[in-house]
């Protein structure tokens, strides 16, 4: 994988029975202020850290107003 600025890119290998498949992909790296701003504007809400290296997250769906 590599790196250049805050985008990540990487590939992922999957075994199973002998057989691989690879799966390449790019994230951007984002710091908890940032996560939360892509989370709201997905409708969802940052809910706690599941790890204490905060790699892990739980989210939920902010509740539609009632008008």
Do not use: H, K
Request: aromatic content about 10%; cysteine-free; hydrophobic content about 40%.
């Amino acid at each position: 994988g590599s790196r250049t600025g805050d985008v990540v890119e990487a590939t992922v290998a999957y075994e199973l029975r002998g057989r691989v498949w690879r799966q390449r992909f790019s994230a951007r790296m984002l710091d908890e202020t940032a996560l939360r701003a892509e989370l709201s504007a997905s409708a969802l809400q940052f809910e706690t850290w599941l790890d204490r290296e905060r790699g892990w997250f739980t989210a939920r769906a902010v509740p539609e107003s009632v008008s």
